[in-house]
């Protein structure tokens, strides 16, 4: 059986006759009458009691009756989300970042949530490393990272240039320095993230290559852990710009320029290909671009591929 007959089917019990059905329908009453044999014959079961004149349902009719309204059901419910996603008036986006490129998204989902309210948003931590993988394993529809995956199977947006800073406290001596030399640094003890990256292998190499040491007398397991204990007159650090610019203009930690040190970082906004994206996705892509050109600065929308 398909959903037309089933249509066809509760028309006749609803209206009471297979003439009063053809006309709400807008068939020919033989139509009607050969769809519900067409039904019964599938059935195995009379569907009407054909010596009456009201076109009563048999035991078997009103079985099929409760099945067949709740399908139709199902299915009008099924169209109103579809639409509903269209519209924007439910659903749910998932992303894929790390502690540090969920800053970028702060922006972008504040102006998202404002357009469309009624989307759920999920931003799930995870190593930089594997979100490449989560996009194409459909764990999420989109990634932001700090490096090109070279991937063919990926789209990749530049979203965002970000600058790895040398900052310090208020009553740090340098924090009177307009600029310092990295052989200034040889002394102080530096606040580092536990995790490894690239841009911290590149700080090594930059005091490896001008002779000087770099003493990481504590690591800390996040960047607002690293923050605070350095405000707090702790050692000084290197830290994204994006993820300092509020204590900066607060005044709670002073940013130094290293003359010999320049390590710039784009982020990037990654999605499958070859998928289509959600209706929620092809929205904040638009937000995303949206943001760039209306606030401007470090934020961009670059497509790569």
Do not use: W
């Not at 702790?234 to 002073?254: K, Q, T, W």
Request: hydrophobic share 40%; with cysteine.
């Amino acid at each position: 059986m398909d959903i037309s007959q089933l249509e066809v089917f509760l028309a006749v019990a609803r209206e009471g006759g297979f003439s009063r059905a053809a006309d709400k329908l807008y068939r020919t009453q033989s139509a009607v009458s050969q769809a519900i044999r067409k039904l019964e014959d599938e059935i195995g079961e009379p569907l009407f009691d054909r010596s009456s004149r009201d076109g009563l349902v048999t035991d078997a009719g009103r079985v099929l009756q409760e099945y067949a309204e709740q399908l139709l059901n199902v299915r009008e419910n099924a169209r109103e989300a579809l639409a509903e996603l269209r519209e924007l008036q439910k659903g749910k986006l998932v992303i894929g970042a790390n502690e540090f490129t969920a800053l970028y998204l702060l922006r972008v989902l504040a102006e998202f949530g404002r357009l469309h309210p009624a989307i759920r948003i999920m931003v799930q931590r995870s190593l930089g490393s594997q979100i490449p993988d989560d996009v194409l394993r459909h764990n999420c529809e989109f990634g932001v990272l700090t490096y090109d995956p070279e991937d063919p199977e990926l789209s990749s947006v530049i979203v965002y240039s970000d600058e790895l800073i040398l900052v310090v406290p208020p009553q740090h001596p340098l924090a009177q320095e307009t600029r310092v030399s990295i052989r200034q640094l040889g002394a102080e003890s530096f606040v580092a993230h536990i995790v490894s990256s690239p841009y911290r292998e590149k700080v090594l190499q930059a005091f490896k290559k001008h002779k000087t040491p770099l003493h990481m007398g504590v690591e800390l397991p996040t960047l607002q852990a690293i923050k605070r204990f350095v405000a707090m007159g702790n050692g000084v650090a290197f830290l994204p710009e994006i993820s300092v610019e509020d204590e900066i203009a607060r005044g709670e930690l002073v940013r130094i320029p290293v003359q010999e040190l320049s390590v710039h970082r784009k982020l990037r906004l990654i999605y499958r290909r070859h998928a289509a994206l959600s209706h929620a996705g092809r929205a904040f892509l638009k937000v995303a671009e949206s943001v760039a050109h209306s606030t401007g600065g470090r934020y961009r929308f670059d497509r790569e591929r």
